[in-house]
């Protein structure tokens, strides 16, 4: 599987984006999609998840309620929708595949397959 994400950029804080993960590979739909974040001097961490049949998403306390994680297996695409921005949401984001069968969905260990990253900016 390779995955590309995509849809970052610079908004202002209370603003919003929504992230793609675009997949090739005919067994995507098998797949747990995680997005995780990096920010300078951090290290990665885990934002959300959804599983093969979209039917399970995950969050942590920071992301839920603000974050959206949903997907299209038809198109191949997975989709972050991010609202209520703050300048700590600032980072790299990257889309992730797992074996839904191998590790936790919010272990950047477990995932396979990594996306190259797409930077949001969220000024103050």
């Known amino acids: 599987v390779q995955l590309q994400a995509s849809g970052g950029g610079f908004v202002q804080a209370g603003g919003s984006l929504r992230l793609s993960c675009a997949a090739s590979g005919r067994t995507f739909g098998s797949y747990t999609i995680g997005w995780f974040r990096q920010a300078p001097g951090n290290e990665r961490e885990f934002v959300a998840a959804?599983?093969?049949?979209?039917?399970?998403?995950y969050y942590t306390g920071t992301s839920k309620g603000r974050f959206t994680i949903s997907r299209d297996n038809a198109k191949n695409t997975v989709y972050l929708s991010m609202i209520t921005l703050k300048p700590e949401d600032t980072a790299v984001y990257y889309c992730?595949?797992?074996?839904?069968?191998?590790?936790?969905?919010?272990?950047?260990?477990?995932?396979?397959?990594w996306g190259q990253g797409t930077q949001v900016t969220v000024s103050s």
């Open positions: 992730a595949a797992k074996n839904p069968r191998r590790g936790m969905y919010y272990a950047s260990t477990a995932y396979d397959y």
């Open positions: 959804i599983s093969w049949s979209g039917g399970n998403t």
